[in-house]
């Protein structure tokens, strides 16, 4: 939880940029998606809007996954990404992404658009993010 606290304060210092529609984190991220990186079926996600994030919850049991959307300009989100807690770390073969909080959170970027994926109870987290942020920039 204080990792959204702090993705939360996060958006609040760096605001979205331009005046596209962000994409819809369930729709960025599928029901089914989430069930294959879960190991269990999920129901279909809860949308909300949390500050300048759309965002979209997903659960299986105790583990879960959640997936959030803004847009952003690039180097806002390079600047925000880093700022995040540490250890923070370029992550190779997903053009603009970075893991932060020690593997918990992987943030993504493509076309104007940041998706921040954080998978829990499941391990490891990281490898999970992986996956699910491969299929969401192939959506956006």
């Known amino acids: 939880m204080k990792v959204l606290a702090a993705l939360a304060?996060?958006?609040?210092?760096?605001?979205?940029?331009?005046?596209?529609?962000?994409?819809?984190?369930?729709?960025?991220?599928?029901?089914?998606?989430?069930?294959?990186?879960?190991?269990?079926?999920?129901?279909?996600?809860?949308?909300?809007?949390l500050g300048l994030f759309q965002s979209c919850f997903y659960s299986a049991g105790t583990k879960s996954v959640t997936v959030q959307t803004r847009q952003i300009d690039k180097a806002d989100f390079v600047t925000s990404a880093k700022a995040n807690p540490g250890p923070v770390v370029a992550v190779p073969g997903l053009g603009a992404a970075y893991s932060a909080a020690g593997g918990s959170t992987l943030l993504v970027w493509k076309q104007g658009t940041e998706v921040t994926l954080l998978a829990f109870g499941v391990t490891p987290a990281l490898t999970a993010e992986k996956a699910l942020a491969k299929s969401a920039l192939a959506r956006l």
């Open 9 to 49: 304060l996060l958006a609040l210092a760096f605001p979205a940029a331009g005046s596209s529609a962000t994409a819809n984190p369930c729709k960025v991220v599928t029901a089914a998606d989430a069930t294959k990186v879960l190991g269990s079926k999920v129901a279909p996600g809860k949308a909300q809007t």
